[in-house]
Every structure is written in C-alpha cells, then in structure tokens.
C-alpha cells in the first residue's frame, strides 16, 4: 500500500527547481564585448540583436554582425528603420515568411501627446502594414490618440491563421492601453483593446505573447505603469476580446524615457513545458521568473529570483548553451551578466 502511495505521490510530484545564479561576464566601464559559451554579447543599446552564423567564434551575436568574420547571409533580419513618413525612432516589424503581412510600422509622427515615456514626445499618429505586392494599408487615430510605442508586434493570436497586429495606444486623457488590428473586409481595423489605464501620462509596455497556460491560444502579459506600481497582468485573447486573467504589483519592464521596451524574455525556465516569464522586478534590480499556474491560468507565481549589483536597462536575451538555457542581462553600470542554472 505504502508503495502503490509512493508511485502514486511521485507521478503528481512538481519536479525539484534549480536554482537560478548569476556570473559576471564583464566589469563596470570594461570592454563592451564579451564571449561566453561560445556567444559574444556587447553591451551598447541597439536596435536589435542578430544571430551571425559563420563568425568567429563559430556562433555569435552582435547588432550589426560587422565585428565579426563569415558569411552572414543567413542572419535574422535585423531592425529596420521605417520608410519615409515613418516614425524616426521606429522599426518595422516583419511578418513570418509566407504570410499576407510581410511588415508593420508607424507612421505620421506627432507631438500632440507628449509624455515622452519613450525618450521623447513624438509619437505614431497611424500604423502601416505592406502586403504581398507592396500593397500598403493603413489606419490613422483619431486625434486624441497616439501609438505609444516604437514597432507592432505581428502575431496570430487565435490560433485561425490570420494575423494580428498588436500595440500600444494612448489617450491624452485616459492614459495607455493595448490594442490589436486585423485586416477584415479589406481595410485596416482595431477589432479589440484592453481598457485605458484611466488617466494621462500612464504608460503599459508588452512583455510577451505567447501560450503561457496551455490553451494553445497566444495571450498577452504586460506591465502596466512600470515606473510607478509595476503590475504584471495576464489578459486571456478569446472571442475578440481580452479578459484579464491574473494580476500581481512588483515587476517592471522599461526605464523611463529610454527607447528600449525589451526588458523581459520567455522561455520554459522551470521545465514543465510550458512557457514562462523573465522580467526585472519594480526596482530593476532583480529578475524574476513567472509561470502561470493552472489550466484556467487565473494565478501565476513567481518562483526564481536573482538579485543584480545594479538595474537592468537593456534588452534580455536568452540562449542555449552547452550547460542549458542561459540569460544574457545588460545593467546600467555597463556591466553584464549571464543568469544561468546553478
């Protein structure tokens, strides 16, 4: 009997988590290149990371892929500045290989906000989207509007093989909110949004899209006012619309007024097969891994934390190495680490 409860108990047991730590990789003020398990990191502020394939050493990652020797022509695209009209310290997204959207970007800057959460007070005042064709589409805001924010995020977020875009708005009295778009009936239309955060200069940035409970639905987590109360939220998309799922205070995912919004990562960190969620805590100053916990994803936990000697302000990039996943973290005392399994 006792053996029958053991066998019983281990078959529902949660698997031991291991611990999570961080190694230096470079000093504050030191060079800003370093290579760890084969992957070279710098630690400048750029508009994307690129995989460079035949470099020295043999895999590595760079902005521009220029430091290092080979052929890069299998490289990832990297971060495009928009065409002309676009916003100027925007970058087209691109959409996967084959589907009816190849690229998204904002357009037709504006002052007529002026927060400035992202450096400055121009904003987007429409979005754009090319199609095969270079068929362009558009939708423009009305004036009490603004796309606060820098590239949409192209996605399927139901799962029925159309594309959405998602991103972020705001209103000069209601503050920040998330909204998608779709091509339906051959236009360009917002088909849903998360509410306003209720009052102006209050800011939200995205932390990931992904299937974080299972469903086989993409969902939405993202940190409303990261510089003051930092709440992570979980908005389930299901039906055209977005229901918030799970909440908690603590966590941030931007600097104010810096351009870069990609202070998170996913990944499975705890290895259940699920995705999960790395993002800096409120001061910056730790990570902190979430998962969402339950087939209905009402909750999530945060079960790993790494304190940091300084505040994370660069992108967070993930990887694997020969010893597993690994975290690459840029702080802003110029330093960087990699976060790793113990």
Known sequence: MRLALALFASLFATPA???????????????NAAIVDGIARTVEQPPALIPCPGATPPFAYSFDCKSFTGDTSDAVKPATLPPKGG????????????????????????DRYGHGALGDGIEGGSLVVELAGEKRLSATLPRREVFEDRTPRIVDLDGSGQLHILTI?????????????????????????????????????IAGFEDFDGSGRKSVTLVKTPHL??????WRWEDSKFTLRAEQAGFSNHQNRSREQRLSAVADFDGDGRLDLALPSLDRRSLQFVRFVGSSAKTFETF??????????????THESTDGLVITIGLDDTSVYAVHRK
């Open 17 to 31: 988590l291991a611990e999570w730590v961080a190694t230096q990789i470079t000093r504050p003020g030191g060079n």
């Open 169 to 205: 708005i705001a209103d000069r009295n209601k503050g920040a909110a998330v909204a998608v778009y779709k091509i339906a009936d051959g236009k360009l239309t917002r088909v849903g949004q998360t509410p306003f955060i209720g009052r102006s200069n209050r800011w939200l940035n």
């Open 304 to 317: 790993a934390s790494v304190r940091l000697p300084a505040r994370i302000d660069k992108p967070i990039v």
């Open 87 to 110: 916003l100027p310290d925007g970058t087209v997204a691109f959409g996967p290989d084959g589907s009816d959207i190849h690229k998204a970007w904002y357009a037709d800057p504006t």
């Open 229 to 234: 109360a930092g709440i992570l939220q979980f």
